[in-house]
């Protein structure tokens, strides 16, 4: 028995009783400065190159000891806009984030604005619980405040590469102390200068739906809107 099929077209009427949904599950993963085995990556940051495996920031209007610094004539102090900049420095920053699922979905909210029933298109984005977010390796070794060199990030303190002596014999090319480089200790590598180091490892278990959708005012909008 023959059979054909032909395309025929609809008007908008026609158009607003058709239904359909798809959905999309997601998953991304995000390494900076890693391995594909989740571990600091030293082709990436050799012992000799640390200071461009680093997050700074630079806070407004906060500079060096105010030496650039003028004064008006009533005596008041006006920061120096060109003076030494000072940096907040995460020396040594990894980490791999793996989420290996989130479902996109388009679906219909329901909700009651106190006197009738209202449904809603919106995207939702839902989390399984038994596909936690994996958390390796994330942190950085040591933080730290550093100062430019000169005016205009002349010598910037974020590129400064002092580090400790990985053993306790001092030389002039490290500072005192004895503490190595936990991501290159095969290398006989200093630890970078700094007081804090911070290193997670861990799952994190997330359940549960969120709903995006429009907001509009008046009788018939959201309570939240």
Known sequence: MPSFAALEGLNNDQLQQVDGQAGADISLELKLNHTTANVFDTSVCPANNL???RLAFSLSNRYHDGSQDTYDASGNRIPSTTGRKQWLVFKGIQGTINIQKIGLD??????NN?????????IQLSFDAAKPILIRNLGFQSLAIETDDGANEVGPGYLKSDKYCSSSTGTSSCLGGNAFDGNNPLTNTGREKGFLGINMNGNL???GTIKMFSCEG???????C
């Open 51 to 53: 200071e461009y495996c």
């Open 218 to 224: 008046g009788s018939g909008g959201h309570p939240r």
């Open 114 to 122: 106190g006197t009738t029933n209202i449904l809603k298109p919106a």
């Open 106 to 111: 388009g679906v219909d909210l329901q909700y």
């Open 205 to 207: 278990a997330v359940g």
